[in-house]
């Protein structure tokens, strides 16, 4: 394909796209198709000789699209949004273009100081305190994660090197080993499985304390823990707190954790992967007091903020922790501008990286934070009409306060009538759920996610679930 091809063929892509998100509706959210359907809808082998554009348009509606969950629909409904946008869009097709692989400063400077520059215009929207902006002329500063589980891990990984260089720094002669078989991390037990995979790749012990009956993990719980760690010989050096659990979205009380931290020397991680995007808005940002106790925090742009995934943005107080951490510095990747300006290679595991801080401009600056923060508004007044009709239906109940976009709620009933209700209204293909257990009662969990998602949605939303709510309860009045 050379360059009138491209043009011709990447307008028709525009429009394919276009049409595609403007009448998604009409296709069913979750597709129907079983393990293993593409493979013999395609060939065994690479082509020998090229194909032509029609034909490979074709299969993407023949053997792609039939498998697509449909995340931007306005019936989805499931897990967490994952954010979408044209401005989004057309800044990854020019990050493609570009095509730069931005490890160091030198190997494109515009991809590592917009980097920078857009941490800090975000940092500033939350309010961040100022020991996290690179702009404060201190060692903080922000970086674009692939995911917010990445986040986790690098933040663990950094507490790990900490803790190993104190206690060696104190004692030369205790080995490594010996300090990691000591050391213990805590988390809630609503916490994202994720934490506690970064446990199990780290090496270390991760606890999973209890949260109080509102999910949130409490100070004395931390603080109890910790004292009987340390008389067991253990070493408490890191601790994930999440503000917007998935589950039912709790909030830890960063509050009590954070001094409790601070004092007792563990490293404090804030995950606030799908809840950070709301913190933009004044009447959210006290849900996120507490956050000057920390010493990382990350959320997801790319959850609720408009910007595609990847883009999962991580702040920290002092780089140089996560420098120390990860600085492997071969003489090909070297430059004469190191240490004026970040390489960001030495922020996180992987050495390559795409120029992503683009799309975070494109929406920014397209956008306006006004109209993000009504993005978000908009949301959230969503959920609270699910949650009235939830509320007014006497065959229901409500689990949890609504706070952000999520509803968790079910039927009045066993576990198994639960069960059986979300797999109907899955089947059902209009609409998708899917469910959670918190402490042994099963619900469902209902989302805003789709950025095209209105009050008609909603709507037919709640009829679906009324819908099979009454053919369920009838069938089981019958085999009563």
């Known amino acids: 394909?050379?360059?009138?091809?491209?043009?011709?063929?990447?307008?028709?892509?525009?429009?394919?796209?276009?049409?595609?998100?403007?009448?998604?509706?009409?296709?069913?959210?979750?597709?129907?198709?079983?393990?293993?359907?593409?493979?013999?809808?395609?060939?065994?082998?690479?082509?020998?000789?090229?194909?032509?554009?029609?034909?490979?348009?074709?299969?993407?509606?023949?053997?792609?699209?039939?498998?697509?969950?449909?995340?931007?629909?306005?019936?989805?409904?499931?897990?967490?949004?994952?954010?979408?946008?044209?401005?989004?869009?057309?800044?990854?097709?020019?990050?493609?273009?570009?095509?730069?692989?931005?490890?160091?400063?030198?190997?494109?400077?515009?991809?590592?100081?917009?980097?920078?520059?857009?941490?800090?215009?975000?940092?500033?929207?939350?309010?961040?305190?100022?020991?996290?902006?690179?702009?404060?002329?201190?060692?903080?500063?922000?970086?674009?994660?692939?995911?917010?589980?990445?986040?986790?891990?690098?933040?663990?990984?950094?507490?790990?090197?900490?803790?190993?260089?104190?206690?060696?720094?104190?004692?030369?002669?205790?080995?490594?080993?010996?300090?990691?078989?000591?050391?213990?991390?805590?988390?809630?037990?609503?916490?994202?499985?994720?934490?506690?995979?970064?446990?199990?790749?780290?090496?270390?012990?991760?606890?999973?304390?209890?949260?109080?009956?509102?999910?949130?993990?409490?100070?004395?719980t931390l603080q109890e823990a910790i004292q009987e760690d340390k008389a067991n010989g253990k070493i408490p050096f890191f601790v994930v707190a999440t503000l917007g659990t998935t589950s039912s979205l709790g909030f830890d009380n960063i509050l009590e954790l954070g001094p409790i931290a601070n004092q007792e020397g563990l490293w404090l991680h804030i995950d606030a992967a799908y809840a950070g995007s709301a913190f933009i808005c004044p009447e959210f940002r006290p849900l996120l007091d507490g956050i000057e106790h920390a010493n990382s925090f990350n959320f997801n742009p790319h959850k609720w903020l408009l910007v595609n995934f990847d883009c999962s943005a991580m702040w920290v107080k002092d780089s140089r922790q996560l420098t120390e951490a990860f600085t492997v510095d071969p003489v090909y990747l070297r430059h004469e501008q190191q240490g004026l300006v970040p390489d960001y290679r030495h922020w996180h595991i992987p050495l390559g990286r795409r120029f992503r801080s683009l799309k975070l401009w494109f929406v920014l600056r397209l956008y306006g934070a006004n109209e993000l923060r009504e993005h978000i508004r908009n949301h959230v007044a969503l959920a609270h009409r699910f949650e009235d009709f939830v509320d007014g239906d006497d065959r229901f109940e409500i689990i949890g306060d609504v706070i952000l976009g999520l509803v968790c709620f079910r039927l009045k009933g066993s576990n198994e009538l639960n069960e059986r209700f979300v797999k109907e209204i899955n089947e059902g293909g209009k609409i998708h759920l899917v469910p959670t257990i918190v402490r042994e009662t099963f619900m469902l969990r209902f989302a805003i996610c789709s950025r095209m998602t209105t009050s008609n949605d909603v709507d037919l939303a709640w009829e679906e679930v009324r819908y099979h709510a009454t053919l369920l309860l009838a069938a089981q009045s019958k085999e009563e």
């Open 1 to 220: 394909m050379e360059a009138d091809e491209f043009r011709r063929r990447g307008k028709e892509m525009i429009d394919y796209v276009a049409d595609y998100l403007e009448n998604i509706r009409e296709r069913r959210v979750l597709p129907k198709v079983q393990p293993g359907y593409l493979r013999s809808m395609i060939p065994d082998r690479a082509p020998e000789n090229a194909e032509n554009w029609e034909e490979l348009m074709k299969d993407v509606e023949r053997v792609i699209m039939p498998g697509v969950t449909h995340w931007h629909s306005p019936h989805f409904h499931a897990y967490f949004p994952t954010a979408n946008s044209y401005p989004a869009i057309c800044a990854d097709i020019l990050s493609d273009a570009i095509g730069c692989i931005g490890f160091t400063w030198i190997s494109s400077p515009a991809c590592t100081e917009l980097e920078v520059v857009m941490l800090d215009w975000l940092g500033q929207l939350l309010q961040l305190p100022s020991e996290f902006l690179a702009s404060s002329g201190g060692p903080g500063g922000g970086v674009i994660q692939g995911t917010a589980s990445e986040a986790t891990f690098i933040a663990l990984l950094a507490a790990k090197s900490q803790v190993i260089k104190r206690w060696k720094e104190e004692d030369p002669t205790c080995e490594v080993h010996t300090i990691v078989s000591r050391l213990v991390a805590y988390t809630s037990d609503q916490a994202h499985s994720s934490v506690e995979r970064a446990g199990l790749l780290g090496q270390v012990t991760m606890r999973m304390l209890p949260s109080d009956e509102d999910c949130s993990l409490r100070g004395v």
